[in-house]
């Protein structure tokens, strides 16, 4: 059974910082892209990062690009997300995914990813 569990999530101030860890289980990690997304209240949820299956390649959203990054541990099966400067427009609930259909390659759509963790609540006041 497939699991990806995130973690790191909390209540953070404007300005401040927090590091993601999405946990994989179930499957085999380094054949697998990874994905963060974040949802908003009443929005759609978004493509925030990617990372392809070695770390060579990866992608941001406009809106995180120079604040954020991903990474990942092969070793730990373990994909990260650090979150800086972060801002209130930052709040969401922040899904990891997992793409095994073409780990070498990142991807914005939601649709590639065939995992997807529970998510993990952020929260920045201002």
């Known amino acids: 059974q497939v699991q990806l569990v995130e973690s790191g999530g909390g209540l953070v101030q404007a300005g401040g910082s927090l590091r993601l860890s999405c946990a994989a289980s179930?499957?085999?990690?380094?054949?697998?892209?990874m994905g963060w997304f974040r949802q908003a209240p009443g929005k759609e949820r978004q493509f925030v990062a990617a990372?392809?299956?070695?770390?060579?390649?990866?992608k941001y959203a406009d809106s995180v690009k120079g604040r954020f990054t991903i990474s990942r541990d092969n070793v730990k099966n373990t994909a990260y997300l650090q979150m800086n400067s972060l801002k209130p427009d930052d709040t969401a609930v922040y899904y990891c995914?997992?793409?095994?259909?073409?780990?070498?390659?990142?991807?914005?759509?939601?649709?590639?990813?065939?995992?997807w963790g529970q998510g993990t609540q952020v929260t920045v006041s201002s």
């Open positions: 995914a997992a793409n095994s259909r073409s780990p070498d390659e990142v991807y914005y759509s939601s649709t590639f990813y065939e995992y």
């Open positions: 179930g499957l085999t990690f380094r054949r697998h892209a």
């Open positions: 990372i392809n299956w070695d770390g060579g390649v990866s």
